[in-house]
Structure formats: C-alpha cells, structure tokens
C-alpha cells in the first residue's frame, strides 16, 4: 500500500525557464510531485530558438517530439527529430537542440536517474549567446542572458 499523494500538474503552473534558451518547464520532479527516480517536462522552442549545449553526468534523457521538429547535435553530429519520434541520449554526451522550422515545437524531455543533488545533474558546455553565434541560423531571445 502506498502513502503517496498523487498530484496532476497543470503546465500553466510552471514557471518557464529560459536560461539556456527555448521554454523548458520541468513539470513533475521531486520539488513539484515527491518524484524520486526522475523528472519530466516539455520544452517549447519557437522557430529560431534553441536550447544551447550541455551533459548530464548522471542521467539518461529521453526525447519524445509531440509537434514540428528539432534538429539535436549529439556529439557533434546532427540529427533531425520529427512529431511523433522519440530519441533516448545516453548519458555523458553532449547535446544541443534548434528548431530550425517554421512553426513552434513542443517536445518532452524526461531524464532518469535523478543526480545526487541537482546542481550535479546538468552541465553547461556552451553559453546561449556564444552557441547562436556559431549557429547563425538561430537567433537568441530577448530573455536568453536576462536570466542567471
């Protein structure tokens, strides 16, 4: 029998987060649900936009793009991902994500497992405005760098 409470999460609630571009809104984690193996959200990348390089040390990502399409730098290497596909980025490589379309993406992100502490979980390979640069295709949004 279980004591934990069940809780749905409403993605309105969510405060997005833009510090490494696009909108990622981690919606069940365990500061939002008491989630102790991982944490899901979705991302929303506007055309132009992306969501700059980075790692996670000690999770698996898993992708699931529900509408347009991205394209995802795996190591270096590109790779389009379309509505309805999914992609599973191994733990240790870099990746970097651009809508490179004409309409907004949306795309669920969840990783599992969780780091040991959360300031462990994800590392920056790349500032925002450095990684628009080298990608001239994309554009930073004007709260891109606002944000610490």
Do not use: K, W
């Not at 132009?48 to 995802?72: K, L």
């Not at 780091?115 to 001239?136: F, I, N």
């Amino acid at each position: 029998m279980t004591t934990q409470t069940v809780r749905i999460v409403d993605l309105e609630e969510i405060e997005p987060n833009r510090r490494r571009g696009g909108d990622l809104r981690v919606m069940l984690s365990p500061a939002t649900v008491g989630s102790t193996s991982g944490f899901m959200g979705l991302a929303i990348i506007q055309p132009g936009d992306m969501i700059s390089e980075h790692y996670h040390p000690y999770s698996e990502e898993f992708i699931h793009v529900v509408s347009g399409t991205v394209e995802v730098d795996l190591d270096g290497v590109t790779h389009e991902v379309r509505a309805e596909q999914g992609l599973m980025i191994p733990r240790d490589m870099r990746h970097r994500f651009r809508n490179v379309g004409s309409v907004e993406a949306r795309m669920v992100f969840q990783l599992a497992p969780l780091a040991p502490r959360p300031e462990l979980g994800h590392v920056d390979t790349e500032d925002v405005r450095d990684s628009c640069a080298q990608h001239p295709r994309v554009e930073p949004t004007q709260s891109v760098g606002a944000e610490s």
